[in-house]
């Protein structure tokens, strides 16, 4: 075959190939990398998200939890992962603040991954063992001063948001507790339940069941107005703490390379996913509302990502806290 033909024939079947591989897509089952431990506040956004997008897409997403070293574990797993479609990662902002926070991450966050979209904001709650002893913040901000070399307070590792919110109460109370990390909130919530260590502050989709069953205390949110779910706690800023006024955002990524159509399949998807009134009530109950449409969208976790890496930069460098 002379060369001109061959050359031919071969682009002809890579033109035909490549969208028949995106259209098919996904003919298997597809793997949703947590990485934070199963039943924590990540875990249980992603398993809500991932039922309803294996509905819509007609195969199986399985949530694997890698969890550890604040969620770059995970993340470095997906980093590394085949860019087909088949390995998607859900992260919280840990994904923003991991660049700065580990100076030896095994990945270039803004070069490692491809968008999907965001899921979810997700409030933070200040809470304490059942029967810790202040009934209020203010009590809760007197009594913790006073007694900071006493009390130990749980988070995911360096970089998980649990991390990020003790950081910034140890910093406006002055308070340097003792921090004890865990995989994932989830199995830190089972020893705040047992008395094992004395305070967390994590995201209402892990505390707002405690909260409302008076298994643990909770003092205050860090969202801008108070929670309909809980309109009696009041916010860290209306308490004094200015500070502590975030929320913890959610996303989905792929490993860089995967091909645009499949990124804007799953999009569509995780849309869906997010109207489902199934979806918007469980997470009501949880203390938090999906993303409109136009947010659970490539562009629009590419733009979040980009900005919050650059908010927070100065916020950590200036803190002087390393994860290494
Ligand atoms: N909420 C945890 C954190 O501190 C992570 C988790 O277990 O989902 O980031």
Same mark, same amino acid.
């Given at each position: 075959m002379p060369i001109s033909r061959l050359l031919g024939a071969l682009c002809a079947a890579s033109m035909l190939t490549a969208p028949a591989f995106a259209q098919d897509y996904p003919e298997r089952a597809i793997t949703m990398v947590v990485p934070f431990s199963a039943g924590g506040p990540t875990d249980t956004v992603a398993r809500l998200v991932a039922e309803r997008m294996s509905a819509d897409l007609g195969q199986q997403i399985t949530v694997e939890n890698i969890g550890g070293a604040g969620g770059t574990l995970g993340a470095g797993n997906v980093a590394k992962a085949e860019a087909d479609g088949y390995t998607l990662l859900l992260h919280h902002i840990g994904m923003a603040t991991a660049e700065t926070l580990y100076r030896n991450l095994a990945y270039e966050t803004l070069d490692a991954f491809d968008y999907v979209g965001l899921v979810t904001e997700v409030p933070?709650?200040?809470? +304490?063992r059942k029967d810790f002893e202040p009934s209020d913040f203010p +009590?809760?901000? @007197?009594?913790?001063? /006073?007694?900071a070399d006493k009390l130990? !307070?749980?988070?995911?590792?360096?970089? /998980? /948001?649990?991390?990020?919110c003790g950081m910034l109460l140890m910093q406006a109370l002055e308070a340097?507790? #003792?921090? #004890?990390?865990?995989?994932? @909130?989830?199995?830190? !919530?089972?020893d705040l339940l047992g008395g094992q260590v004395d305070i967390m502050c994590d995201q209402t989709t892990n505390t707002a069941q405690q909260i409302k069953a008076g298994t643990i205390k909770a003092y205050a949110v860090t969202s801008p107005e108070r929670l309909a779910l809980f309109p009696d706690l009041p916010t860290a800023k209306e308490a004094g703490v200015d500070t502590m006024q975030f929320g913890i955002w959610h996303g989905i990524y792929t490993p860089r390379g995967t091909p645009a159509e499949i990124n804007q399949r799953l999009s569509q998807s995780l849309q869906k996913a997010l109207a489902d009134e199934g979806v918007v009530t469980a997470m009501a109950e949880l203390g938090t509302t999906p993303v409109p449409a136009d947010s659970a969208t490539p562009e629009a976790l590419k733009a979040k990502? $980009?900005? $919050?890496? /650059?908010?927070?930069?100065? #916020?950590? $460098? +200036? +803190?002087? #806290?390393?994860?290494?």
């Open positions: 933070m709650v200040v809470t +304490a +009590a809760f901000v @007197t009594y913790v001063k /006073a007694n130990t !307070m749980a988070n995911a590792g360096i970089g /998980a /948001a649990s991390h990020l340097p507790l #003792v921090t #004890v990390p865990y995989k994932g @909130t989830g199995p830190a !919530m089972t990502l $980009e900005s $919050e890496i /650059a908010r927070w930069k100065p #916020v950590i $460098e +200036a +803190a002087g #806290v390393y994860a290494d």
